[in-house]
T-cell receptor
Framework: QKEVEQDPGPLSVPEGAIVSLNCTYS??????FMWYRQYSRKGPELLMY????GNKEDGRFTAQVDKSSKYISLFIRDSQPSDSATYLC????????????FGQGTRLTINP | EAGVAQSPRYKIIEKRQSVAFWCNPI?????LYWYQQILGQGPKLLIQ????????DSQLPKDRFSAERLKGVDSTLKIQPAKLEDSAVYLC?????????????FGPGTRLTVT
């Protein structure tokens, strides 16, 4: 069993829709949860960073963490064609070095 | 602020040949990471440096992969000899490390094709 599971999609939605992306994990030691966005032929870039359970909002993006269920989500409101990318969840344990464990990534397309 | 630089961007080699990738992290970033991203998968950490010391190389196939970080700045990742399954994008990332944020900034990657 992989430490982090993420549905690879692909996911295709119309412009303006609300998008929900999810990951589950098995290691209860994970404390930091991140969402990265990766455009084609580019490196990942950090979108959201959360610690502990609950919600965190940044503009059109909301990250949600449920440690009791070992489940994290990223919601995108009013989705735009420019949001079309692969979204990667990543997690780490509290330690001196931030070793990240990534999910497989979900490929998202927003259709105009 | 300049980002993480990597070269070359693309490389095609035959199996059993050797190849080297170069990474220049963001200035002042103490921690440097090399990841392997196989098509359709998330990045997998190969090796992590803190200044010029190795913090974690538990997932580095040491029989064929090697990496060094000269003077705690630039880094090279080498594969010798390459296998077909090494075809992937090799990503370099850097972060401030213990003195600041652990947020990782990624370079554009080197796309390796082994034929």
């Amino acid at each position: 069993q992989k430490e982090v599971e993420q549905d690879p999609g692909p996911l295709s939605v119309p412009e303006g829709a609300i998008v929900s992306l999810n990951c589950t994990y098995s290691n209860s030691a994970f404390q930091y949860f991140m969402w990265y966005r990766q455009y084609s032929r580019k490196g990942p870039e950090l979108l959201m960073y959360t610690y502990s359970s609950g919600n965190k909002e940044d503009g059109r993006f909301t990250a949600q963490v449920d440690k009791s269920s070992k489940y994290i989500s990223l919601f995108i409101r009013d989705s735009q064609p420019s949001d079309s990318a692969t979204y990667l969840c990543a997690m780490s344990v509290i330690q001196g070095a931030q070793k990240l464990v990534f999910g497989q990534g979900t490929r998202l397309t927003i259709n105009p | 602020e300049a980002g993480v630089a990597q070269s070359p961007r693309y490389k095609i080699i035959e199996k059993r040949q050797s190849v080297a990738f170069w990474c220049n992290p963001i200035s002042g970033h103490a921690t440097l990471y090399w990841y392997q991203q196989i098509l359709g998968q998330g990045p997998k950490l190969l090796i992590q440096f803190q200044n010029n010391g190795v913090v974690d190389d538990s997932q580095l196939p040491k029989d064929r992969f090697s990496a060094e970080r000269l003077k705690g700045v630039d880094s090279t990742l080498k594969i010798q000899p390459a296998k077909l399954e090494d075809s992937a994008v090799y990503l370099c990332a850097s972060s401030l490390g213990p003195t600041g944020s652990y947020e990782q900034y990624f370079g554009p990657g080197t796309r390796l094709t082994v034929t």
